[in-house]
């Protein structure tokens, strides 16, 4: 079974760009969560969709956004970049359920804002 | 709101050492789940272990081991006889059990385990 996919793996952006990235889940999860990895704040929650829909939030600007596709892929969208945006991002899938649910994580995008 | 603590930034042992990394959370929450996530080189997170707030009882996987007490609200990961393949970055997270998705981690643990 092939794990969570995320493309590209390296972005270099410069400042006031906008930026898409992708992710595809295992085969069958329908939920997809994105994470941001800085070495200052740590690993801090973006967003999750679930059935296209987005279904729970982190406490990001509205410059991140996201959507997610009916096959379950999803794109995360980051517009008017800026410096403190550079970061790993990493999207996880699961099946969506709740309680405790394990999550499978991709190897990231490593975003660079210069 | 939630909040978990990793102490320890960095921890250094030679192999074959026993390592405990520790992880202290905070919740208001009655029922909840605490996991802890390794991070290799090469940047995906990889699940080790899940714990809900229910169950108190300690893990045993091979060399690894998690204790959960929660008068102290501490859930710390114990590696016995650590090897060099150990070395990676160690997450503890915590999520409550209706945004199963939405983890609070803390900030992480490099431990780096020297031949």
């Known amino acids: 079974k092939a794990g969570v996919t995320q493309t590209p793996r390296y972005l270099i952006k410069t400042r006031g760009q906008q930026v898409t990235l992708s992710c595809s889940p295992i085969?069958?999860?329908?939920?997809v969560s994105w994470y941001q990895q800085t070495p200052g704040q740590g690993l801090q929650f973006l967003f999750e969709?679930?059935?296209?829909?987005?279904?729970n939030k982190g406490n990001f600007p509205g410059r991140f956004s996201g959507r997610q596709f009916s096959n379950s892929r999803s794109e995360m969208n980051v517009s008017t970049l800026e410096l403190g945006d550079s970061a790993l991002y990493l999207c996880a899938s699961s099946s969506g359920g709740s309680g405790g649910e394990k999550l499978f994580f991709g190897s990231g995008t490593q975003l660079s804002v210069l | 709101a939630q909040k978990v603590t990793q102490a320890q930034t960095e921890i250094s042992v030679v192999e074959k050492e026993d390592v405990t990394l520790d992880c202290v959370y905070e919740t208001r929450d009655t029922t909840y789940y605490l996991f802890w996530y390794k991070q290799p080189p090469s940047g995906e997170l990889v699940f080790l272990i899940r714990r809900n707030s229910f169950d108190e009882q300690n893990e045993i996987s091979g060399r690894y081991s998690w204790n959960f007490q929660k008068s102290t609200s501490s859930f710390n990961f114990t590696i016995t006889a650590s090897q060099v393949v150990d070395s990676a970055v160690y997450f503890c997270?915590?999520?409550?059990?209706?945004?199963?998705?939405?983890?609070?981690f803390g900030q992480g643990t490099r431990l780096t385990i020297n031949p």
């Open positions: 085969s069958g999860h329908r939920s």
């Open positions: 997270a915590l999520s409550e059990a209706r945004r199963a998705q939405k983890l609070v």
């Open positions: 969709y679930f059935s296209e829909t987005q279904r």
